[in-house]
């Protein structure tokens, strides 16, 4: 097992930046694929950007690409989302997960893929 924990959140204004923070604890964190998925008021939970084991490759959701950079410290057990140029409709709950799966681009896109979850941290980016 593993036990995820995120921080980072807060409010920021339109344009500004946050990074989250998603401490893992337990198994051993290179075994997982890890990914950040968000949930706004009312709507389901959508992925945001996932990253590989060794953190070579990582992958984004079309409506954060060139916004959002996704990567991971192995030695410290920890996977970062830095979030630059926000927007109101960013304002989510945002959530890590983690994997031991082996899965394809489209299925990292899976809430169902991902066995693990954090508790979330809330973003909100006021206009």
């Known amino acids: 097992q593993v036990q995820l924990v995120e921080s980072g959140g807060g409010l920021v204004q339109a344009g500004g930046s946050l990074r989250l923070s998603c401490a893992a604890s337990?198994?051993?964190?290179?075994?997982?694929?890890m990914g950040w998925f968000r949930q706004a008021p009312g709507k389901e939970r959508e992925f945001v950007s996932r990253?590989?084991?060794?953190?070579?490759?990582?992958y984004y959701a079309d409506s954060v690409k060139g916004r959002f950079t996704i990567s991971r410290d192995n030695a410290k057990n920890t996977v970062y989302l830095q979030m630059n140029s926000l927007k109101p409709e960013d304002t989510a709950v945002y959530y890590c997960?983690?994997?031991?799966?082996?899965?394809?681009?489209?299925?990292?896109?899976?809430?169902?893929?991902?066995?693990?979850w954090g508790q979330g941290t809330q973003v909100t980016v006021s206009s």
């Open positions: 997960a983690a994997t031991l799966r082996v899965i394809t681009t489209a299925q990292a896109m899976d809430v169902s893929r991902y066995d693990y």
């Open positions: 337990g198994r051993t964190f290179s075994s997982y694929a």
């Open positions: 990253i590989s084991r060794s953190g070579g490759m990582t």
